[in-house]
Each structure stands twice: as C-alpha cells, then as structure tokens.
T-cell receptor, first 114, second 109 residues
C-alpha cells in the first residue's frame, strides 16, 4: 500500500559529476513519469515509461539526461556531467497505465549542483 | 505547443470565504483535467479530477469544466488556513499531463 518513493531525498553534487536518481512506483502501476520543477516554476515533463519502454522522451533537456526502467518497476534518471542549471526538484509519478488516469507523485529529489 | 495558463496570484481570501481558482488551456483535444495542491517544499497531491463538462463536487471542493471555452476552475468553499498552498491545474491528453505554473492561495485567519 506504499506510495511512490524516491531516493535520495536530497543530493548535493559538484559541477561535472554524474548523479543517479531513483524512483519506485506504486506496486502494479505500469506507467511512470519523470518531471523537473525549478524554483518557482511549474512542472516540466521529462520522460514517460509504459512498462520498460519509453514512448516519449521528448522532455529530456539534453543528451546528458537519460533514464531507464527495469522489471516494469524501478526507474533511474541519470544526469551526466551535471551543470548548475540542473539544480531543481526531480519528481517521479506513476499511474495504473491507461490513458486519462491520475498520476501520483513521489516526494521528489532535491538536486543542488555547486 | 500545448499551454495551460493560471493566474500566478497570490490569491488572498479570509477564512470561511470561497476561493476561486481558474485555468485555461490551449489544446482542444484535451480529455482529462486535474487539480493538484502543492504545499511549500512538498510534492503535488491530487485534489480532484474531472472529465465531462459541468460541475463535480467533493466535500468543500467543486471542479467546473467548460470545454467549449477551454476553461476549468476549482472552487473551495469555507476556506481554511490549511488550504493555503499552490494549486496546480493539469490537463491531460492520452497519457500526458501538461501543468500550469500554479496559483498561490493564502487563506487568512
């Protein structure tokens, strides 16, 4: 009965380092989404998974960003060679998997790139 | 490009009043409409969803949808200080939600 979980909750890294952010969706949810929220801004869509495949990667801001999902469950968002403008809250959401469904959000990972 | 517009606020109402939050969207093909509440430093949580034209009530909350005008609103009756948060409008088409930037609501005791 647990909700969406994300780890770490906070991450401070130095410019140029790689980071991995993890999302564990609600059990049984086949759809998984990554969003980014910068300070005072709305939610920016990054990528959508249905099962293990990603039909929509259109929101990934650059080729430094990648994501994968394994076993139809856990997803990892990787940011390579981090830049200061990558600092934001990264939110993961999941839904049961058909269209028009509510997305349930995790608590987010706060990333700060120094 | 699909857009969802909200008044950024802040919207300030006294405790016990009705708060009215508005949202317009550009994509006429949108099929689902959501209101999320986001407290400062927290992640969005679902308040309501609506798919059909008209009103939908849930406790103190009423969502209103007018697809012809591409307009969706949220009314909060008997506003409480605990309702103070940013309210995000989200519009769905197939699997994808497009979010507005949110309206900051402050309910004054």
């Amino acid at each position: 009965g647990a909700g969406v979980s994300q780890s770490p909750s906070n991450k401070v890294t130095e410019k140029g380092k790689d980071v991995e952010l993890r999302c564990d969706p609600i059990s049984g949810h086949t759809a998984l989404y990554w969003y980014r929220q910068s300070l005072g801004q709305g939610l920016e869509f990054l990528i959508y998974f249905q099962g293990n495949s990603a039909p929509d990667k259109s929101g990934l801001p650059s080729d430094r960003f990648s994501a994968e999902r394994t076993g139809g469950s856990v997803s990892t968002l990787t940011i390579q060679r981090t830049q200061q403008e990558d600092s934001a809250v990264y939110l993961c959401a999941s839904s049961p998997g058909t269209s028009q469904e509510t997305q349930y959000f995790g608590p987010g990972t706060r990333l700060l790139v120094l | 490009q699909k857009e969802v517009e909200q008044n950024s606020g802040p919207l300030s109402v006294p405790e016990g009043a009705i708060a009215s939050l508005n949202c317009t969207y550009s994509d006429r093909g949108s099929q689902s409409f959501f209101w999320y509440r986001q407290y400062s430093g927290k992640s969005p949580e679902l308040i309501m969803f609506i798919y059909s034209n008209g009103d939908k009530e849930d406790g103190r909350f009423t969502a209103q949808l007018n697809k012809a005008s591409q307009y969706v609103s949220l009314l909060i009756r008997d506003s409480q200080p605990s309702d103070s948060a940013t309210y995000l409008c989200a519009v769905g088409s197939n699997y994808k939600l497009t979010f507005g930037k949110g309206t900051l609501l402050t309910v004054n005791p």
